[in-house]
Nanobody
């Protein structure tokens, strides 16, 4: 069982930056995938970035060059968000998954507006 808690969201102006954090508790396995997803009102949840336990990353086209996913342990994953745009406004969720297991955090709101 894994519990995930996101933090770091808030209101930021276009062009600004935020750093989201995801803290995990519970049993963590050696092989896993972590990721960040977002969901805007009335839209589907979409992948933003993912990071495997062996350090491989993947980004949505909209995030490439602006967002960076990283970790300092299996229990702490981050999303650095730079050059934010209004279309980045959404609830951001972290995810931890592997074969037979899939966990989501409660989400943190990111609002990009003047």
């Amino acid at each position: 069982q894994v519990q995930l808690v996101e933090s770091g969201g808030g209101l930021v102006q276009p062009g600004g930056s935020l750093r989201l954090s995801c803290a995990a508790s519970g049993t963590i396995f050696s092989i896993y995938v972590t990721g960040w997803y977002r969901q805007a009102p009335g839209k589907q949840r979409e992948l933003v970035a993912q990071l495997t336990s062996d350090g491989r990353t993947n980004y949505a086209d909209s995030a490439k060059g602006r967002f960076t996913i990283s970790r300092d342990s299996a229990k702490n994953v981050y999303l650095q968000m730079n050059s934010l745009k209004p279309e980045d406004t959404a609830v951001y969720y972290c995810r931890w998954y592997r074969l037979g297991m899939d966990y989501w955090g409660q989400g943190t709101q990111v609002t990009v507006s003047s």
